[in-house]
């Protein structure tokens, strides 16, 4: 059983930072693309950055600058670091994991069960 657990979220001020962590465990073979999704109230659920393993990085437009996603892969855990946070940061965050079991050739998606940040004075 693969599972990711999400870390790191809280309420921040405007213009603090917040750094996320999501942890994969389990029986994994190997992990692929893992990322960083947001879902803020009455909205859908959108990227906010993504990491290939060895490959680029992708930020959705309204984090770049801000955001930073980095991941260990000795350790199976992604990371998001927010900087210059603002209200309209808002959100759950959840991360998700292209993963390939210990058991099972065909690699498939899996999320955290997210966390909330809230930006507010």
């Known amino acids: 059983q693969v599972q990711l657990v999400e870390s790191g979220g809280g309420l921040v001020q405007p213009g603090g930072s917040l750094r996320l962590s999501c942890a994969a465990s389990g029986s994994i073979f190997s992990i692929n693309a893992m990322g960083w999704y947001r879902q803020a109230p009455g909205k859908e659920r959108e990227l906010v950055a993504a990491?290939?393993?060895?490959?680029?990085?992708n930020y959705a437009d309204s984090v770049k600058g801000r955001f930073s996603i980095s991941r260990d892969n000795a350790k199976n855990t992604v990371y998001l670091q927010m900087n210059s946070l603002k209200p309209e940061d808002t959100a759950v965050y959840y991360c998700?994991?292209?993963?390939?079991?210990?058991?099972?050739?065909?690699?498939?998606?899996?999320w955290g069960q997210g966390t909330q940040v809230t930006v507010s004075s």
């Open positions: 990491m290939p393993k060895g490959g680029k990085t």
């Open positions: 998700n994991a292209d993963i390939r079991g210990a058991y099972n050739p065909t690699p498939r998606v899996y």
